[in-house]
């Protein structure tokens, strides 16, 4: 899972320049948790009632990886 999910980011920042690629989480999905921090996801929050699943609302955890390539750049100077 690690190097397909690592090979379709590179390739998602590459080929489409996106800026960042956001995944979410439960919170009682460690594996999940773990997995997106190997792939140097970063956490920027915590929703509450976020999804329905099985006809509950359930709490997700939200994170993001930004593309590096483009921090400095700004586009409307």
Known sequence: MFESLSALIGHIFHVY??????????????????LLKRLHFEKEGYAKDYLMIAGKWRDH???SRRNGRYESVNRFE
């Open 17 to 34: 320049h996106l800026h960042r690629v956001m995944a979410n989480y439960r919170p009682e999905n460690i594996k999940s948790g773990l």
């Open 61 to 63: 955890i939200l994170t």
